[in-house]
């Protein structure tokens, strides 16, 4: 299995940004659709937004559309989620994950299990 590494969270305000990074040694992620997923305690993973392989088409949660941005940075093997204009609401631990097909984006995420460690993002007032 692929081993995702999520990094780039932190402690940010309302209104602030930040820009997560999904690398994963030995695998190029150019080949496989990928996504983000968040997670608050006592809630349900969510996707947040998925991109595929061939085309680079984008989705997104409505939550997050047209404030984040989900892209591949593949010299650096990694995928990107610009992260603008955050809201307490955005506070989570966030994870990236293979999607084929952004399967998982669309139904929700249960039976998926490569979990990585995650990023956390907290913001405050």
């Known amino acids: 299995q692929v081993q995702l590494t999520e990094s780039g969270g932190g402690l940010v305000q309302a209104g602030g940004s930040l820009r997560l990074s999904c690398g994963a040694s030995?695998?190029?992620?150019?080949?496989?659709?990928m996504a983000w997923f968040r997670q608050t305690p006592g809630k349900k993973r969510e996707g947040v937004s998925c991109?595929?392989?061939?085309?680079?088409?984008?989705h997104y949660s409505e939550s997050v559309k047209g404030r984040f941005t989900i892209s591949r940075d593949n010299i650096k093997n990694a995928v990107i989620l610009q992260m603008n204009n955050l809201t307490l609401e955005d506070t989570a631990v966030y994870y990236c994950?293979?999607?084929?097909?952004?399967?998982?984006?669309?139904?929700?995420?249960?039976?998926?299990?490569?979990w990585g460690q995650g990023t956390q993002v907290t913001v405050s007032a």
């Open positions: 994950a293979i999607d084929p097909g952004c399967f998982f984006f669309r139904i929700g995420p249960a039976q998926y299990t490569n």
């Open positions: 030995g695998h190029p992620l150019a080949a496989y659709v």
């Open positions: 991109i595929t392989k061939s085309d680079g088409t984008t």
